[in-house]
Each structure stands twice: as C-alpha cells, then as structure tokens.
C-alpha cells in the first residue's frame, strides 16, 4: 500500500493542482486516501500518487471524485487542462488506443522505449529540453505504464539499438538503475526485449522508432515517432510494411537470453 503523501505546491503545475484539490476535498470530507478509493472506485495507491501529482488522473476518476464528494463537476472541468499539459492533442488519440492495445511491437533507436522508462530517466530525457511542464510531462509518460497493471497485462515485444545502452542518460545511477528495470521486464512471461548489437552496422530500424499495436478485435495501427509530432495510420499497406521490418528487425537482434547478458554487461561497466 502506498503511504500518504504531502501535495506538492499547487501553484507549481495543473496536475499538482488537481492533486491539491483532491487532498483539500478529500480532509474536508474526513476521508483517508483507502476511503476515497473506494467511494471513486479506484485504489489508494493511485489516490496517493494522484494527490502528489505522480499520476495523471483519468476522465473515469474525475468523474467518479465528483459523484463521491458532490463537487459538482470541479474535478470533470479540471481534467481537460490537466490532460492537456500532460499529453499533446495529436498524441492523445494514440494514448486511448494503447490503453486498449492486446499486443505491442515497438522498435527503438535512440532512448529506452517509453514504456520500459524509470521515472529519473523520463525527468533526464524531458529536462534536456526544458519544457514549462515537466512535471506533467513526466507523468504522462509514467501514468501510461499503468498498461502492465492490468489483470491480463499485454504481450509486448521490445527491440532497441545497442547504443541506446550506451547513451547514460541521467547519469550512472540513473541509468544503472533504468538497465536494472530492463533485466526485471524481461523476466516477465508476457514481455520479449531484444537488443540488436553494434557491431550490426546496418539494419532496418535506422529509419526511426515505430510501434505497431494490436487488438482483439480490429486492425493493427501504426504509430511512427516524428521531431515535432508522430503519425499514427491502420492504412494495411504501411502496417504491412512495418511488420515486415519488425520481422526482419527480430532476426538481426540478439535471443533474449543474449540480450539480456548484454544489458548485464552494460549494467557491470556503469560500476566500474
């Protein structure tokens, strides 16, 4: 169970905002995070990271906060700002559709797939480029990995450039710790990472990082990461594509045992 938290300075971001307000209701209403959570239908775990701005809330838990306290629709008109600073407009389409994704093929070339991110890694990454809503945008990313947490949690398969190893970002705690996430994610029954080795000069993921999501019920969507925005389509032609190179990508990587004694060895060399 997550312990109780202070809020962070409300004036500090609309998610720490948000995260205030549901703390102020909540003491006024007499109730401790393990009663909220009941009342929203949720748990107190993601009460207490909500209230410390850790998670983004969902439009479900607004909803649910303002049946539970009678607030009138405070945190409803609440959560279309906060989602906005968390997660840009064009990029919001593709977070519903992960949430509901069966299965996940993503390729990456330069950073540690989002998905697999350790909070300090995700801040290191933001705060290179100084956006004003950094705290939003770290957890935005984090919120999304709720995905595992599901009672069936999704197949997913990971590949990445050897050299995204390579880039310590954040630093050798920071990283040491991230490539640790890695060697834990890759136990699991449900997750396959693989990692295409340097010494591979050439190989058909060094147009850019894609993932490709799949359904139960429906076509698979492609999602191709972009400078200032990505592109997502189920156009079958491009979807075809991108699965012929994730094949093909999955054949020049390291098995999964190999890769994982890679990460070992990268992990090794950071205490060096």
Same mark, same amino acid.
Request: hydrophobic share 40%.
């Given at each position: 169970?997550?312990?109780?938290?202070?809020?962070?300075?409300?004036? *500090? *971001?609309?998610?720490?905002?948000?995260?205030?307000?549901?703390? #102020?209701?909540?003491?006024?209403?007499?109730?401790?995070?393990?009663?909220?959570?009941?009342?929203?239908?949720?748990?107190?775990?993601?009460?207490? @990271?909500?209230?410390?701005?850790?998670?983004? !809330?969902?439009?479900?838990?607004?909803?649910?906060?303002?049946?539970?306290?009678?607030?009138?629709?405070?945190?409803? $008109?609440? @959560?279309?700002?906060?989602?906005?600073?968390? &997660?840009?407009?064009?990029?919001?389409?593709?977070?519903?559709?992960?949430?509901?994704?069966?299965?996940? $093929?993503?390729?990456?070339?330069?950073?540690? !797939?989002?998905?697999?991110?350790?909070?300090? @890694?995700? #801040?290191?990454? @933001? *705060?290179?480029?100084?956006?004003?809503?950094?705290?939003?945008?770290?957890?935005?990313?984090?919120?999304?990995?709720?995905?595992?947490?599901?009672?069936?949690? !999704?197949?997913?398969?990971?590949?990445?450039?050897?050299? +995204?190893?390579?880039? $310590?970002?954040?630093?050798?705690? =920071?990283?040491?710790?991230?490539?640790?996430?890695?060697?834990?994610?890759?136990?699991?029954? $449900?997750? =396959?990472?693989?990692?295409?080795?340097? *010494?591979?000069?050439?190989?058909?993921?060094?147009?850019?990082?894609?993932?490709?999501?799949?359904?139960?019920?429906?076509?698979?969507?492609? &999602? +191709?990461?972009?400078?200032?925005?990505?592109?997502?389509?189920?156009?079958? /032609?491009?979807?075809? /594509?991108?699965?012929? /190179?994730?094949?093909?990508?999955?054949?020049?990587?390291?098995?999964?045992?190999?890769?994982?004694?890679?990460?070992?060895?990268?992990?090794?060399?950071?205490?060096?």
């Amino acid at each position: 169970m997550a312990a109780e938290t202070d809020s962070p300075d409300p004036t *500090s *971001s609309l998610l720490a905002f948000f995260g205030s307000e549901l703390r #102020r209701v909540r003491t006024e209403a007499r109730k401790s995070q393990g009663e909220t959570a009941k009342l929203a239908h949720t748990t107190q775990a993601m009460i207490s @990271y909500v209230e410390a701005a850790k998670r983004v !809330p969902s439009e479900d838990l607004a909803r649910d906060l303002d049946l539970a306290f009678g607030t009138g629709g405070h945190f409803g $008109r609440l @959560y279309p700002l906060v989602i906005k600073f968390a &997660y840009p407009s064009w990029f919001l389409p593709f977070v519903e559709l992960e949430r509901e994704a069966s299965t996940f $093929r993503s390729f990456e070339g330069q950073v540690i !797939p989002g998905l697999l991110q350790t909070e300090d @890694y995700i #801040r290191s990454l @933001y *705060s290179a480029v100084r956006p004003d809503n950094l705290d939003e945008l770290v957890a935005g990313r984090v919120t999304r990995q709720e995905i595992f947490e599901r009672e069936m949690p !999704p197949h997913t398969w990971f590949i990445m450039d050897e050299h +995204v190893l390579l880039r $310590r970002i954040g630093g050798p705690v =920071v990283m040491g710790a991230q490539l640790e996430r890695l060697l834990v994610a890759g136990e699991s029954p $449900r997750t =396959v990472i693989q990692v295409i080795p340097a *010494s591979v000069a050439a190989h058909p993921g060094l147009e850019g990082p894609f993932m490709i999501l799949g359904f139960e019920e429906g076509e698979d969507v492609l &999602y +191709v990461d972009g400078f200032t925005r990505g592109h997502m389509t189920a156009e079958p /032609t491009d979807v075809g /594509t991108a699965a012929r /190179t994730y094949d093909l990508l999955r054949a020049t990587a390291l098995s999964p045992q190999a890769s994982a004694e890679l990460i070992e060895a990268r992990l090794k060399e950071l205490h060096k």
